[in-house]
Each structure stands twice: as C-alpha cells, then as structure tokens.
Antibody, heavy 112, light 112 residues
Framework: EVQLVESGGGLVQPGRSLKLSCAAS????????MAWVRQAPTKGLEWVAS????????YYRDSVKGRFTISRDNAKSTLYLQMDSLRSEDTATYYC?????WGQGVMVTVSS | DVVLTQTPPTLSATIGQSVSISCRSS???????????LHWLLQRPGQSPQLLIY???RLESGVPNRFSGSGSGTDFTLKISGVEAEDLGVYYC?????????FGAGTKLELK
C-alpha cells in the first residue's frame, strides 16, 4: 500500500524557518518525480515545488523561489521541504504528492 | 502561467443525477510529446485530494466507472453518471503540460 506521511509542521513566527519531511513507502520512491502542494485555509490547491526522481532538477513557484528548498533522500525514501523566511501568506496545509497519491497533509501556521 | 477556469463553482445534485464540470485552459494543453496532461482530483471534506482521472480520460485504478473525462486542447469535461453520496466534495482540474503546474479553483458538489 502506497503511503506518504508528512511531518514537521507547526506554528512559527514570520521570518523563521521550518523543515517538512515526507516519508514514502509502498512504491519505488526513486522512480518518481515528487512535489509539494499547499492549501491555505478554505482555499484551493497551489503547487509549491517539484523535484525530479534523481533530485537533479528542482522547480519552484515564483513566490517561494529563494526561500524554499525541495530535496530528497532516495536511500531513505524521504522528501523534504526546507522553508526559510516564512511569511504569513505561507500559512497552509502542505501535501506531499506525486499526483497519483497524496499524503494526509501537514499544517504550517506563520504568525507572531 | 496557464489559467484553468472551472465551471460551475458550485453544483447541487440529487442522488442518481448525472452532472458535468467544465475546465477551460488559457492555452492548449497538448504537449509536444502528444500527451495532454490534464487531470481531475476529488477532495472530500476533511480529506486529502485523490486522483480520479489522468491524461484527460484515463480512469485511475479503483475509481468507479461512473466517472469519465473528455476533451482536448483547451476544453475539458468531467462527467459523473449517477451521483452517489460519496461523490460529494470539491473537484479540481490540474494541468502539467506547461510549467508551473496549475489548478482550477474547484467545483463544489453538494446535495440538493
């Protein structure tokens, strides 16, 4: 059974950092492009970042470029999202996904 | 960025009724490799999104065949032939032909 389990969310002050993790199981993680998608409270879905299966290429939406870093450890079947210089508008539930499957999501709240 | 316009924003249906959701793209979603990367997701209340249809019309494994997708170029449709109670939630179209990934704003399906 495919499972994507996110962790690392929480309440953080503006300007601070947070690192999300996504532990994958039930499939060959190293074969898949992965992505982070977020959903602000009561809003729709918004793509944040993607990474190729090898980790050699990464892609970001403009509003997080230079602040967020997506990475992966294929040996550990884990996806990461390092979030620096957080802003209130980054408040959302963050999903780890390869679009076929989605994690349960982890909440990130940026507030003083 | 590609803009996906979903209509209607809200859909009221009775059990057994057939309904359709439209997703129109601001540019053609036909990729140079011949694929059209337009997919449909369902997000039930309080749950993560799940993939229903991929590549316009291909039914994801385990998804009931009352769901069907059609379209080409810039115009796409998701049809539910006989709504069931478990179908309630928000439907999103998402495109992966042109970077970055973009989502439609969603169509909320509720019971009349």
């Amino acid at each position: 059974e495919v499972q994507l389990v996110e962790s690392g969310g929480g309440l953080v002050q503006p300007g601070r950092s947070l690192k999300l993790s996504c532990a994958a199981s039930g499939f060959t993680f190293s074969n898949y492009y992965m992505a982070w998608v977020r959903q602000a409270p009561t809003k729709g879905l918004e793509w944040v970042a993607s990474i190729t299966n090898s980790g050699g290429s990464t892609y970001y939406r403009d509003s997080v470029k230079g602040r967020f870093t997506i990475s992966r450890d294929n040996a550990k079947s884990t996806l990461y999202l390092q979030m620096d210089s957080l802003r209130s508008e980054d408040t959302a539930t963050y999903y780890c996904t390869m679009f076929d499957y989605w994690g349960q999501g982890v909440m990130v709240t940026v507030s003083s | 960025d590609v803009v996906l316009t979903q209509t209607p924003p809200t859909l009221s249906a009775t059990i057994g009724q057939s309904v359709s959701i439209s997703c129109r793209s601001s540019q053609s979603l036909l990729h140079s490799n011949g694929n059209t990367y337009l997919h449909w997701l369902l997000q039930r209340p309080g749950q993560s999104p799940q993939l229903l249809i991929y590549l316009v019309s291909r039914l994801e494994s385990g998804v009931p065949n009352r769901f069907s997708g059609s379209g080409s170029g810039t115009d796409f449709t998701l049809k539910i032939s006989g709504v069931e109670a478990e179908d309630l939630g928000v439907y999103y179209c998402v495109q992966g032909t042109h970077a970055p990934y973009t989502f439609g704003a969603g169509t909320k399906l509720e019971l009349k």
